[in-house]
């Protein structure tokens, strides 16, 4: 049962701190999308990747995050200096032409 | 950028009932997905559905595209079926972004 994966499942950290996400594709697809989902917002589009190259970041702020992928296995999105209201869930998903599959999240929270 | 609208955003029914869920999106699609976000947080995918009809037990879906319109049915409810149910849809241009409606929140009592 192919699922994506993402660690760590709970982050607590102190503001300033750099703060590091990994997500685990599903073997075999191209696409990797980072989502952020808080109450008010709801959960918006990050970055994402096709064949490993970022086509969008548009939704992420620049002067502090930043996504790459590695390798075909490992996509990171990293947070530094973080901030409180970088407190959020952190989705990951990857798909291979229209369905994606979502990891199980990264609850953040800043202090 | 496409809208997209969901409702209706609570939904409280007993275990037993019948539902429907309905999501508007203001532009042609090439892409619409429904989701289900559990109690726990996980997003689980239902349905691939940019036109047409599925089924999958006592889900089914129908989108009607031409009238930019999609319509999840629950039969037969049980409280497992309860969390936030999402529709995402990707617009014309083939960029593979999906945006989120911000879901109906559907209780399902025993």
């Known amino acids: 049962d192919a699922r994506v994966t993402q660690t760590p499942r709970h982050k607590v950290t102190e503001m300033g701190q750099e703060v590091t996400m990994r997500c685990q594709p599903i073997?075999?697809?191209?696409?990797v999308f980072w989502y952020r989902q808080t109450m008010m917002q709801g959960l918006e589009l990050l970055a994402y990747f096709r064949n490993r190259a970022p086509l969008d970041d548009s939704g992420m702020p620049k002067d502090r995050f930043s996504a790459e992928m590695p390798d075909a296995t490992l996509a990171t999105l990293k947070i530094q200096p973080s901030e409180p209201r970088d407190s959020a869930v952190y989705f990951c998903a990857s798909g291979r032409r229209y369905e994606q599959y979502f990891g199980p999240g990264t609850r953040l929270t800043v202090t | 950028g496409i809208q997209v609208e969901q409702s209706p955003p609570d939904l409280i029914l007993q275990e037993g009932a019948n539902s429907t869920l309905r999501c508007n999106f203001s532009d042609s699609v090439n892409n619409l997905q429904w989701f289900h976000q559990n109690p726990w947080g996980q997003l689980i995918n239902l349905f691939y559905?940019?036109?047409g009809t599925k089924q999958n037990g006592r889900l089914s879906a129908t989108t009607v595209a031409t009238e930019r319109y999609s319509l999840l049915y629950i039969s037969s409810s049980q409280t497992t079926d309860s969390g936030v149910y999402f529709c995402?849809?990707?617009?014309?241009?083939?960029?593979?972004?999906?945006?989120f409606g911000k879901g109906t929140k559907l209780t399902v009592n025993p």
């Open positions: 559905i940019p036109s």
């Open positions: 073997l075999g697809h191209n696409t």
């Open positions: 995402a849809v990707e617009g014309p241009g083939g960029s593979e972004k999906l945006v």
